[in-house]
Protein backbone atom coordinates (compact mmCIF):
# COMPACT_ATOMS: atom_id res chain seq x y z
CA UNK A 1 0.00 0.00 0.00
CA UNK A 2 1.22 3.20 -0.91
CA UNK A 3 1.81 5.66 2.76
CA UNK A 4 2.72 8.82 0.40
CA UNK A 5 4.30 10.37 -2.68
CA UNK A 6 6.56 13.24 -2.39
CA UNK A 7 9.11 15.48 -5.54
CA UNK A 8 11.45 18.16 -4.49
CA UNK A 9 13.85 19.97 -6.66
CA UNK A 10 17.22 21.99 -5.61
CA UNK A 11 18.90 24.78 -7.40
CA UNK A 12 22.60 22.90 -7.38
CA UNK A 13 24.04 26.78 -7.24
CA UNK A 14 22.68 26.81 -3.98
CA UNK A 15 24.42 23.99 -2.35
CA UNK A 16 27.38 24.86 -4.04
CA UNK A 17 27.44 28.38 -2.52
CA UNK A 18 27.16 26.38 0.87
CA UNK A 19 29.05 23.65 0.45
CA UNK A 20 31.63 25.21 3.41
CA UNK A 21 28.66 26.35 5.47
CA UNK A 22 27.65 23.67 8.66
CA UNK A 23 24.18 23.65 7.05
CA UNK A 24 26.07 20.91 4.78
CA UNK A 25 27.02 18.80 7.95
CA UNK A 26 23.37 19.03 9.69
CA UNK A 27 21.78 17.91 6.50
CA UNK A 28 23.65 15.13 5.57
CA UNK A 29 24.67 11.94 7.63
CA UNK A 30 28.24 11.16 8.92
CA UNK A 31 28.45 8.31 5.78
CA UNK A 32 26.86 10.94 3.08
CA UNK A 33 29.30 13.32 3.96
CA UNK A 34 31.97 10.57 3.55
CA UNK A 35 30.42 9.32 -0.07
CA UNK A 36 30.07 13.70 -0.96
CA UNK A 37 33.46 14.63 0.02
CA UNK A 38 35.08 12.18 -2.76
CA UNK A 39 33.80 14.23 -5.52
CA UNK A 40 35.39 17.48 -6.32
CA UNK A 41 33.41 20.50 -5.65
CA UNK A 42 31.15 20.97 -8.37
CA UNK A 43 30.16 16.91 -8.60
CA UNK A 44 30.09 17.44 -4.77
CA UNK A 45 27.42 20.13 -5.11
CA UNK A 46 25.29 18.21 -7.88
CA UNK A 47 25.06 15.01 -5.58
CA UNK A 48 24.29 17.09 -2.34
CA UNK A 49 21.59 18.56 -4.66
CA UNK A 50 20.00 15.23 -5.30
CA UNK A 51 20.72 13.90 -2.11
CA UNK A 52 18.62 17.00 -0.17
CA UNK A 53 16.06 16.89 -3.44
CA UNK A 54 15.67 13.28 -2.17
CA UNK A 55 15.30 13.74 1.45
CA UNK A 56 12.99 16.57 0.89
CA UNK A 57 10.81 14.31 -1.21
CA UNK A 58 11.16 11.16 1.37
CA UNK A 59 9.75 13.94 4.13
CA UNK A 60 7.05 14.70 2.27
CA UNK A 61 6.05 11.28 1.28
CA UNK A 62 6.42 10.10 5.37
CA UNK A 63 5.96 12.91 7.26
CA UNK A 64 1.88 12.19 8.25
CA UNK A 65 3.06 8.87 9.10
CA UNK A 66 6.61 9.08 10.82
CA UNK A 67 7.98 12.36 13.13
CA UNK A 68 11.03 13.03 11.13
CA UNK A 69 12.83 15.60 10.40
CA UNK A 70 15.48 15.94 6.98
CA UNK A 71 18.33 14.92 9.26
CA UNK A 72 16.99 11.99 10.17
CA UNK A 73 16.53 10.89 6.34
CA UNK A 74 19.61 8.91 5.26
CA UNK A 75 19.63 8.01 1.36
CA UNK A 76 22.67 6.12 0.37
CA UNK A 77 23.84 3.88 -2.71
CA UNK A 78 23.23 0.17 -3.39
CA UNK A 79 25.73 -1.77 -5.15
CA UNK A 80 25.23 -0.07 -8.52
CA UNK A 81 24.93 3.70 -7.72
CA UNK A 82 21.18 3.51 -7.20
CA UNK A 83 19.95 5.58 -4.28
CA UNK A 84 18.47 4.09 -1.22
CA UNK A 85 16.90 4.78 2.03
CA UNK A 86 16.67 2.40 4.77
CA UNK A 87 16.24 4.22 7.70
CA UNK A 88 11.84 3.89 8.12
CA UNK A 89 9.84 0.43 8.61
CA UNK A 90 8.97 1.24 5.24
CA UNK A 91 10.30 0.57 1.07
CA UNK A 92 10.99 3.47 -0.36
CA UNK A 93 11.29 4.05 -3.83
CA UNK A 94 13.61 7.01 -5.27
CA UNK A 95 15.02 8.46 -8.13
CA UNK A 96 17.42 11.12 -8.80
CA UNK A 97 17.77 13.18 -11.96
CA UNK A 98 20.16 16.36 -12.52
CA UNK A 99 19.76 18.36 -15.35
CA UNK A 100 21.99 21.92 -15.86
CA UNK A 101 21.16 23.55 -12.93
CA UNK A 102 19.29 21.50 -10.83
CA UNK A 103 18.60 18.56 -9.21
CA UNK A 104 14.87 16.53 -8.78
CA UNK A 105 13.92 13.61 -6.55
CA UNK A 106 10.34 11.61 -6.48
CA UNK A 107 9.95 9.49 -3.80
CA UNK A 108 7.20 6.81 -2.91
CA UNK A 109 7.07 5.30 0.63
CA UNK A 110 5.47 2.08 1.04
CA UNK A 111 4.27 -0.27 3.46
CA UNK A 112 7.12 -3.45 4.11
CA UNK A 113 6.32 -5.88 0.96
CA UNK A 114 4.03 -3.97 -0.95
Known sequence: MIIGIG?????????????????????????????????????????????????????????????????DIEVLQDDTGAPVCTCFDYDVMISIAHEKEYAIAYAMVLTKGS
Open 7 to 71: CDIVEISRIANALNKPVIQRILSEKEQEIANQYPDKRKAEWIAGRFAAKEAIYKAIHKVVDCTIS
